[in-house]
C-alpha cells in the first residue's frame, strides 16, 4: 500500500513540474494533451523472445516516420527477470522505460500499486470498441483501462508431421491418445513423443484446467489448486513422465525444448504462437509446412489451454506521457499488429486485423484464433502474477519426481493462502 501512495505522489511532483515548465497539461477526461507536436524520448521496455526482437525494433522505430521529432530508445528485457526489474525502476523511479510490454497477468498488480498511467479516455473507447474483448479486459484494473492489448495468445501442440506420419498416429486428442502416440513413435524411431516443460507453471495450467480444475475462484475468494481437480493436474503431468510418453527438466525449459523439438529428438511439444518463428529455423522445419499444430490434448475432462498475451502501458511516472501514449497507440495499430502476424505469426488483438489478408492467410493466426476464442480466461487480480512463483517450485517438484503430487498441490495452496490473504 506504501508503495502506491509513494508513486502517486511522484506523478503528482512530475505532473506539476511539467506545468510549470509549459510541457504537458492534463485535460479534465485525464487524457494528455501536448502542447504542440510530439518530441522527445520513448524509452520502450521490450520482452519478446530472440526471434521476435529483430522485428519489433524495427517496428518500433519506425514510429519516428510518423513523428520525427521523437526518439524511440529500444530496450529488450529477458522475460523471465522483466517482472521483477519492471517494479523495480517504477518503484525507485531511477531510469525507468516510459512504455513497458507487460504479461496480461502483470497489469492488475502494476496498476493497483499506482505504477501505470491511465490510458487516455479517447483511446480506451476504441480498445473496447474495437478489440477482442477477452483481451481488452486484461488491461483493466478496478473499472479503468491502464493498458493496451498488444498480442493474444494460448498453448497449443506442436507436432512433427512427418514423425508422426511414420509412427503411423495422428495428433492425439486427448492425454490417453498421447500416450499411445508416444509409445509408437518411440517404437518406429526411438525418439520419446513429448518434451513436457517442467520449469515454467504457466505449461501447467492445461493440465488442471483439463481436470476440470482452476488456479482461484475469484467470485468466492477461494483457492482452488489444492482441490480434488488441482490434484488430478498434478498427477496428470507426472503420468506423462513416468509413463515414459514424455521428457522434462527443471531448469532452462524454453531452450532444452525448443532444441529437442527442432532437432527431431521429440516428436511434440505444448507451446505457443510465440514459438512458431524459433520453430522454423529448426532443421526438421526447413520446410515449413512440416509443423503442425494442434490443440492441447484434453484432460480426463476436457481440453483446456490459458489465455495469454501481452499489454502495453505507460509508467506514470513518465515525463513523455503524451508520446508514450502515442507510442502504444501506434504499436497495438492493425497496421503493425498485421506486420507481427505476417511476419512472426502472432496474433492480432483488434477484431478487424483477422479480416485482412496476411492475416487469413497466417495457417498458425487461422489455427491459434478459435483456440484462443476457447482459451480460459485467467482471474485478473493485481496477485495474479505472485501465485506462478511457488506453483513454479511445486510444478518442478511434481514432474520430476522430488515430491508427489498430493503434496505438491498442497504445498501450493497453502503458498497461495498466504499471498491471497482472508481467502478460503
Known amino acids: 500500500m506504501r508503495r502506491g501512495i509513494a508513486a502517486t505522489a511522484l506523478v503528482a511532483t512530475l505532473a506539476l513540474a511539467a506545468t510549470a515548465c509549459g510541457g504537458d497539461t492534463k485535460g479534465d477526461g485525464g487524457e494528455t ?3 504542440g507536436e510530439l518530441s522527445g524520448t520513448v524509452t520502450w521496455w521490450d520482452t519478446s523472445n530472440d526471434a521476435e526482437k529483430a522485428s519489433f525494433q524495427k517496428i518500433a522505430e519506425a514510429f519516428t516516420a510518423k513523428h520525427p521529432k521523437v526518439t524511440v530508445k529500444y530496450v529488450n528485457v529477458p522475460y523471465g527477470d ?35 498511467d491511465e490510458v487516455p479516455a479517447d483511446q480506451a473507447k476504441k480498445v473496447d470498441a474495437e478489440f477482442l474483448p477477452q483481451a481488452a479486459a486484461s488491461g483493466r484494473f478496478d473499472g479503468k483501462t491502464y493498458a493496451v492489448p498488444q498480442v493474444i495468445d494460448t498453448l497449443g501442440l506442436f507436432y512433427n508431421k512427418k514423425m508422426l506420419a511414420d509412427a503411423g498416429v495422428q495428433p492425439p486428442k486427448t492425454l490417453e491418445e498421447l500416450k499411445t502416440a508416444a509409445a509408437a513413435i518411440k517404437a518406429k524411431s526411438g525418439k520419446t513423443g513429448l518434451y513436457l516443460r517442467g520449469d515454467d507453471s504457466y505449461w501447467f ?9 482452476d488456479l482461484v475462484d475469484a467470485k468466492t475468494k477461494t483457492v482452488t489448486v489444492d482441490n480434488a481437480a488441482g490434484v488430478k493436474g498434478f498427477k496428470a503431468a507426472r503420468d506423462l513422465v513416468t509413463s515414459g510418453a514424455a521428457v522434462t527438466n527443471a531448469t532452462d525449459g524454453w531452450t532444452n ?7 527431431g529428438e521429440v516428436a511434440m511439444m505444448i507451446n505457443g504462437p510465440w514459438a512458431v518463428a524459433d520453430s522454423y529455423a529448426g532443421e526438421q522445419f526447413k520446410d515449413k509446412s512440416n509443423l503442425g499444430v494442434a490443440a492441447v490434448p484434453a484432460g ?3 481440453a483446456g489451454a490459458p ?24 504499436m497495438t495499430s492493425q497496421e503493425v499488429q498485421v506486420q507481427s502476424a ?34 480460459v480466461e485467467r482471474a485478473w487480480i493485481p496477485e495474479n502474477g505472485s501465485l506462478f512463483e511457488p506453483l513454479k517450485v511445486e ?5 520430476t519426481g522430488t515430491s508427489s503430487p498430493e503434496d505438491a498441490a498442497k504445498a501450493a495452496g497453502a503458498e497461495f493462502r498466504k499471498i491471497l490473504k482472508g481467502w478460503k
Do not use: C
Open 257 to 263: 525444448m525448443q532444441t529437442a523439438f527442432k532437432s
Open 82 to 116: 522483466a517482472q521483477n526489474k519492471v517494479k523495480n525502476a517504477f518503484s525507485s523511479g531511477a531510469d525507468a522505460p516510459d512504455v513497458i510490454r507487460a504479461d496480461v497477468g502483470w497489469v492488475a498488480d502494476l496498476a493497483s500499486l499506482g505504477y501505470l
Open 205 to 213: 495450467l492445461p493440465f488442471i484446467y483439463g481436470e476440470g480444475g
Open 300 to 302: 480426463s475432462v476436457k
Open 342 to 375: 505476417k511476419e512472426l505469426s502472432l496474433l492480432p488483438t483488434r477484431t478487424a486485423a483477422y479480416e485482412q489478408p496476411d492475416v487469413k492467410n497466417s495457417e498458425m493466426v487461422q489455427f491459434f484464433k478459435p483456440a484462443v476464442d476457447k482459451a
Open 33 to 35: 494533451k501536448a502542447g
Open 395 to 399: 510444478y518442478t517438484k511434481a514432474v
Open 307 to 330: 489465455q495469454g498475451g501481452h499489454d502495453l502501458a505507460v509508467y506514470a511516472g513518465s515525463k513523455n506521457t503524451a508520446a508514450a501514449h502515442a507510442f502504444v497507440e501506434y
